[in-house]
C-alpha cells in the first residue's frame, strides 16, 4: 500500500536555528498538508498545497514557516527561527483528485531546546 | 464553522466486551467523516470514513461508525476489544470545498483495554 514517508523522525533543533521537514508524498496525489500535534493537544491544520501553491494556511503559519514542493516528489516545511513552542509532532499528508482521506506520513518529532 | 466534539477524553474496557467512543460535530455544509486512530510513537492511521454513502460504515480492525444526521452524531464502536485497540483516536470532520478539504479534529479519546 502507498504510504507517505517522512524524515527525519525525530528532530532536536536549537532555538532560533532553521529546521527543515522532508515529506515524500504518495506519488499520484495532488493535495498536500502539514498539521502538528504539541504533546497533550489537538492535530491542528497548519497549510495546504495545490499547483504549487499554498491553497490556505492558519493562523499558526506565520512568516516563520514556509513550504515548498522543489521536485516534484518531495514536500518540505521550513521553520526559518524556532522557537521553543514549535516543539510538536509534525504530520505530513497528501491525498488524490477525489480522495475524501488523508493518507498520512508517522510524524517528525521536532523538540526545540 | 465545522467543529468536533468528542465526549469522552478517557475510556476504560475490559477485553472482550463492546467499545463505544462518542462523536458529535458541527458543520455548515454536508460533512465528511472520519475515524483516525494513533497508537503510541505512531502516525495516524484512517479507520473508517463516512462520505455521503451508507451511514453505517465498518472500518479496518472490526471497527465501525453510524453517521446519524438528526443526531449530529458518528460515534464509532467495536463488538469485543483487543489489548491491541489500546490507543488514541481521533473524531475528524472535513468539508470538502475548492477542491480540497482541511480537516478538523477532536481533541481525541484515549482507549484503554484491561485485561
Known amino acids: 500500500e502507498p504510504e507517505v514517508t517522512q524524515t527525519p523522525s525525530h528532530q532536536v533543533t536549537q532555538m532560533g536555528q532553521e529546521v527543515i521537514l522532508r515529506c515524500v508524498p504518495i506519488?499520484?496525489?495532488?493535495?498536500f498538508y502539514w498539521y502538528r500535534q504539541i504533546l497533550g493537544q489537538k492535530v491542528e491544520f497548519l497549510v495546504s498545497?495545490?499547483?504549487?501553491?499554498?491553497?490556505?494556511k492558519s493562523e499558526i503559519f506565520d512568516d516563520q514557516f514556509s513550504v515548498e514542493r522543489p521536485d516534484g516528489s518531495n514536500f518540505t516545511l521550513k521553520i526559518r527561527s524556532t522557537k521553543l513552542e514549535d516543539s510538536a509532532m509534525y504530520f505530513c499528508?497528501?491525498?488524490?483528485?477525489?480522495?475524501?482521506?488523508?493518507?498520512f506520513g508517522s510524524g517528525t518529532r521536532l523538540t526545540v531546546v | 464553522a465545522q467543529s468536533v466534539t468528542q465526549l469522552d477524553s478517557h475510556v476504560s474496557v475490559s477485553e472482550g466486551t463492546p467499545v463505544l467512543l462518542r462523536c458529535n460535530y458541527s458543520?455548515?455544509?454536508?460533512?465528511?467523516l472520519f475515524w483516525y486512530v494513533q497508537h503510541p510513537n505512531k502516525g495516524l492511521q484512517l479507520l473508517l470514513k463516512?462520505?455521503?454513502?451508507?451511514?453505517l460504515v465498518k472500518g479496518i480492525n472490526g471497527f465501525e461508525a453510524e453517521f446519524k444526521k438528526s443526531e449530529t452524531s458518528f460515534h464509532l464502536t467495536k463488538p469485543s476489544a483487543h489489548m491491541s485497540d489500546a490507543a488514541e483516536y481521533f473524531c475528524v470532520v472535513s468539508d470538502r470545498f475548492a477542491g480540497y478539504n482541511k480537516l478538523i479534529f477532536g481533541a481525541g479519546t484515549r482507549l484503554a483495554v484491561h485485561p
Open positions: 498545497f495545490y499547483n504549487n501553491e499554498i491553497s490556505e
Open positions: 506519488s499520484n496525489h495532488l493535495y
Open positions: 458543520s455548515s455544509y454536508s460533512p465528511s
Open positions: 499528508a497528501s491525498t488524490g483528485e477525489s480522495d475524501y482521506g488523508y493518507t
Open positions: 463516512y462520505t455521503s454513502a451508507a451511514t
